[in-house]
């Protein structure tokens, strides 16, 4: 019996929606890149590159812009016989401490074989190695810290690589730096002396429309999907529902190859509208499902009460501190649990907040009335419920009560 066979109905080839491809050209961006290159120019020039930090929210083209101009730049300099340049792509993610990058970014110049370990050097030892690897390198030489919060406060690579030429730590090369974050907070947690030399040179990526978005899927459907197979609406589809949300190509076209994947799960022979409604509700369950899996049973708790008090009476939709506490009161209670104090209620509330499950809106009732918030679910009830319905609490509840309810006051 043959249990694998090669479905090729649907996609031409689904790699091309996949985060790590790279794209032959990039829609929607010339006058960034225009910018970004004049900021890279020195490198072409032979004189001291510039540092530049790249910021923006997920899945406006960051990554990818970034990575297009650097093997523009590497291809266009082999044309000079005076130039070398050499780029080094890092994310940061997995590397949460100068030290961490120092002994990367080593380990990237050198030889399998000469590899060091993670562990056991001091930080001065590690950056000796690295000046002196790259002072054989030589020439201009580029590297991305791509994610670069991560690396936390413990940042003193961010002072140290910059300045390594000016302080004679290394003659032969010529170092730039290209950081890039989407935390918005990230620079201004800054030590004034890596503001400034990391800052340089900056720009800023806004979030794509949905008609910058339409145009990008469509790029991208075409050289995924096989002739014929998308219904005129489904990529619009797409493109207006990230650019509700975000603004995130990453969205867009995850949502795209989810309906494809949907429509050949199914034997479908076209991909249509309907596809692209499932597949939205599929990734914001996952969506929620992820970041849930962070909270504890506390915080599922207070999800549960902001649904509970939606489902009750959406009439009070949004909610009060209060009108919420209460609930959740009354549900840690059936769960046999102590509740939690007011002020770690409210800190579950600002983290569901903070994660897009909920929405919080600030309030001013001005003199005598003071400040408060008001929340609501800011997900589809049914994700909420479907996520909540698999935590091991939900026994002790009524869950299909709460469902049922749910359909009654037509929220799901
Ligand atoms: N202008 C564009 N033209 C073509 N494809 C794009 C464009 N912008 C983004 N993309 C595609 O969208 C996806 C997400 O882009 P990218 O990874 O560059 O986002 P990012 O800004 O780095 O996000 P994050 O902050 O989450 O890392 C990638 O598949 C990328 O190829
Ligand atoms: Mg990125």
């Not at 923006?56 to 266009?76: F, N, P, S, W």
């Not at 800023?204 to 219904?231: S, T, V």
Request: net charge negative; with cysteine.
């Amino acid at each position: 019996m043959t249990l694998f066979e090669r479905s090729e109905a649907i996609f031409e080839d689904e790699n091309v929606l996949h985060d790590d491809y790279q794209p032959e050209s990039l829609e929607e961006r010339d006058e960034e890149l225009e910018q970004y290159t004049a900021y890279l120019q020195p490198v072409i020039n032979g004189s001291q590159p510039r540092n530049i930090f790249l910021y923006g929210k997920t899945g406006v083209g960051k990554t990818a812009v970034t990575k297009y101009l650097l093997r523009h730049l590497e291809e266009d300099a082999k044309q000079y016989d005076d130039l070398t340049v050499t780029t080094v792509y890092l994310n940061c993610e997995d590397l949460t401490s100068s030290y961490r990058v120092a002994v990367e970014l080593v380990n990237t110049f050198r030889e399998p074989s000469e590899q060091i370990s993670r562990t056991g050097y001091p930080l001065n030892a590690v950056y000796e190695k690295l000046w002196a690897e790259l002072d054989q390198i030589g020439g201009m030489v580029l590297i991305v810290l791509d994610e670069v919060d991560y690396i936390g406060d413990d940042d003193s690579i961010l002072y140290q690589l910059p300045r390594a030429r000016s302080n004679e730590k290394i003659e032969h090369a010529r170092i730039g730096i290209i950081g890039i974050s989407n935390d918005f907070k990230y620079r201004e947690k800054l030590d004034p002396r890596v503001e400034d030399t990391l800052c340089e040179r900056e720009l800023h990526f806004p979030p794509y429309d949905a008609n910058e978005l339409q145009n990008i899927l469509e790029k991208r459907a075409a050289l995924a999907f096989k002739d014929g197979i998308l219904e005129g609406d489904v990529v619009p589809l797409c493109a207006a529902f990230a650019a509700q949300d975000k603004g995130s190509a990453r969205q867009g076209l995850d949502l795209l190859l989810e309906a494809g994947d949907l429509a050949r799960r199914r034997n479908d022979p076209v991909v249509t509208e309907d596809h692209v409604r499932e597949a939205k509700q599929l990734l914001e369950k996952q969506r929620i499902e992820e970041s849930m899996k962070e909270l504890t049973s506390h915080g599922h708790l207070t999800l549960l009460a902001v649904v509970t008090a939606t489902v009750v009476d959406p009439s009070q939709i949004p909610f009060q501190k209060q009108q919420l506490y209460e609930q959740y009161q009354d549900l840690a209670v059936a769960t046999n649990r102590d509740p939690l104090g007011g002020r770690a209620f409210h800190n579950h509330l600002a983290e569901l907040s903070m994660l897009g499950i909920l929405d919080r809106t600030k309030r001013n009732e001005g003199r005598g009335g003071g400040i408060y918030y008001e929340y609501e679910i800011d997900v589809p009830i049914d994700a909420a419920l479907s996520t909540l319905e698999h935590l091991h609490m939900s026994d002790e509840l009524d869950m299909e009560s709460l469902r049922q309810n749910a359909e009654n006051q037509g929220l799901l």
